[in-house]
């Protein structure tokens, strides 16, 4: 019986002292080479070939990104310059008519000694340029009698007020001011009284 105990307690020790091993499948081949053990050089080179070819498709990804990028600069630039362009062509289109009046003013003037005729076209080519201007949005600024605004108004000169309720106020405009769609393009130069 003391043998028996003996081999007992021999195998009781080595079941306690052996170290436990994590228990891997067996791979061979392709499989080894898909799926290597945690750390290994066969594991790390997997994973930068990974991370390789990650990188290049995130740089051929970005790459692509600042191309359209760029093409879309390059589009929205020559779009611009083609709406201001086609802007200034409706404009002057719309001016070309009034030129063609002020031609036919010139040849009647130059044909006829009679000034009265000539006065009253170009009265009409004053009425018709200022109608296609205000066609194109442009709109005159009111002055006479309005209050002096630095934000609307150029004041050139002060001169003394005939009254006081003419104080502060517009007395002449010198040149008109003028609106663009709402926006101030020139502002008016205007004498106010103090």
């Known amino acids: 019986m003391a043998e028996k105990d003996k081999i007992t307690g021999v195998e009781d ?6 170290p436990k091993e994590d228990v891997q499948p067996i791979i061979n081949g392709d499989d080894a080479k ?19 070819q990650e990188h290049g498709e995130l740089k051929d990804k970005y ?13 929205n630039a020559r779009e611009r310059i083609d709406l201001l362009q ?3 062509r409706d404009t002057i289109s719309s001016l070309l008519p009034v030129l063609d009046d002020f031609d036919r003013a010139i040849k009647a003037g130059d044909a006829d000694d009679n000034i009265e005729p000539v006065s009253e076209g170009v009265k009409m080519i004053y009425t018709r340029l200022k109608n296609t ?23 050139l000169t002060e001169i003394p007020a005939p009254n006081d309720d003419m104080k502060g106020k517009i007395m002449d405009t010198i040149e008109k001011g003028y609106y ?4 101030i393009i020139r502002h008016a130069r205007v004498v106010v009284g103090k």
Not at 13 to 18: E, I, M, R, S, V
Not at 36 to 52: C, H, R, S, V
Not at 137 to 143: H, S, Y
Not at 180 to 183: I, P, T
């Open 13 to 18: 020790n080595l079941k306690t002292q052996a």
């Open 34 to 52: 898909k799926h290597p053990k945690k750390g290994t050089k066969a594991a790390l080179e997997l994973e930068i070939e990974e991370l390789q």
């Open 63 to 75: 790459i692509r990104h600042v191309a359209e990028f760029d093409n879309f600069k390059k589009r």
């Open 86 to 88: 086609n802007a200034a």
């Open 133 to 155: 201007l205000g066609q194109q949005g442009l709109r005159e600024m009111e002055t006479h009698e309005q209050a002096f605004d630095p934000e609307l108004h150029e004041a």
């Open 180 to 183: 663009l769609n709402d926006k």
